[in-house]
């Protein structure tokens, strides 16, 4: 008896255990999805900044490939178009903004940065599968690909008021972009809604920061480091092309 309690135990045990911690799923969605941007650059020397703000979305493709104890296994991407970027806060001694003197204005001055963007996860869930909510986590590298850029100023660069600036440094407004591709890491957290043959629909708030610089950072260039870094708030709608039937 001893021995085939034995016999059961070492064989049927795996077997419980692969059920119990690793239920597989095969599971395809995709969708698109849309957000808000706020966006600053990690200039040295610093450079006074708000937020620059700019619109994000794309596509997105998620597989399902487990479930490992509670926790719903999952790869997902996305190709988004990011409007990116800085805006500036020019300010005096006393924290006031800086009055150009030729206009009368306080000067104002914003960059915009278009990329694609490549954000890959792994993404961990927790909660109804299949309808109603779930929380999730996901990280992951992110690669951007430079489109294109742009300026805004109410100022001429030969008539900009120096001489009331707290931060003189201002190198970074005629500086083009000179690194192209841009790489980093992304993470998220968010709330998903699942509805049987309409979607599951997600909603967002990301982080990324971006290990590379977007212009040179060697003893011969100005900045030693300039990387982007941004704050998402997205809504994304996936519908399933292939699902696990449990």
Same mark, same amino acid.
């Given at each position: 008896?001893?021995?085939?309690?034995?016999? /059961?135990?070492?064989?049927?045990?795996?077997?419980?255990?692969?059920?119990?911690?690793?239920?597989?799923?095969?599971?395809?969605?995709?969708?698109?999805?849309?957000?808000?941007?706020?966006?600053?650059?990690?200039?040295?020397?610093?450079?006074?900044?708000?937020?620059?703000?700019?619109?994000?979305?794309?596509?997105?493709?998620?597989?399902?490939?487990?479930? %490992?104890? &509670?926790?719903?296994?999952?790869?997902?991407?996305?190709?988004? %178009? &990011?409007?990116?970027?800085?805006?500036?806060?020019?300010?005096?001694?006393?924290?006031?903004?800086?009055?150009?003197?030729?206009?009368?204005?306080?000067?104002? /001055?914003?960059?915009?940065?278009?990329?694609?963007?490549?954000?890959?996860?792994?993404?961990?869930?927790?909660?109804?599968?299949?309808?109603?909510?779930?929380?999730?986590?996901?990280?992951?590298?992110?690669?951007?690909? %430079?489109?294109?850029?742009? &300026?805004?100023?109410?100022?001429?660069?030969?008539?900009?008021?120096?001489?009331?600036?707290?931060?003189?440094?201002?190198?970074?407004? &005629?500086?083009?972009?000179?690194?192209?591709?841009?790489?980093?890491?992304?993470?998220?957290?968010?709330?998903? %809604?699942?509805?049987?043959?309409?979607?599951?629909?997600?909603?967002?708030?990301? /982080?990324? /920061?971006?290990?590379?610089?977007?212009?040179?950072?060697?003893?011969?260039?100005?900045?030693?480091?300039?990387?982007?870094?941004?704050?998402?708030?997205?809504?994304?709608?996936?519908?399933?092309?292939?699902?696990?039937?449990?």
């Amino acid at each position: 008896m001893k021995n085939i309690f034995l016999f /059961y135990l070492f064989t049927l045990l795996p077997l419980q255990m692969q059920a119990q911690v690793g239920e597989h799923r095969n599971g395809l969605a995709v969708g698109v999805n849309g957000g808000y941007a706020l966006t600053n650059i990690g200039f040295v020397p610093s450079v006074s900044q708000g937020f620059h703000g700019g619109m994000t979305g794309g596509l997105t493709i998620r597989y399902v490939s487990e479930k %490992y104890f &509670t926790a719903i296994c999952s790869v997902q991407a996305e190709i988004n %178009y &990011t409007q990116m970027g800085w805006k500036e806060k020019i300010l005096d001694s006393d924290d006031q903004p800086v009055i150009n003197r030729v206009t009368g204005l306080a000067e104002e /001055y914003s960059r915009t940065i278009n990329y694609v963007q490549v954000p890959v996860f792994a993404h961990l869930a927790w909660g109804r599968e299949q309808r109603g909510a779930q929380f999730f986590f996901q990280v992951g590298p992110q690669f951007g690909f %430079y489109l294109n850029e742009s &300026t805004k100023s109410n100022f001429e660069w030969s008539e900009r008021n120096m001489i009331d600036r707290v931060n003189p440094v201002c190198a970074q407004d &005629t500086m083009a972009v000179e690194h192209k591709f841009d790489y980093g890491i992304a993470a998220g957290i968010g709330l998903e %809604y699942s509805v049987p043959r309409i979607g599951h629909f997600q909603l967002e708030a990301r /982080y990324y /920061y971006g290990l590379g610089n977007i212009y040179g950072d060697t003893k011969r260039d100005y900045f030693a480091k300039s990387n982007l870094g941004s704050i998402v708030f997205k809504l994304a709608w996936l519908f399933d092309l292939k699902r696990t039937k449990n």
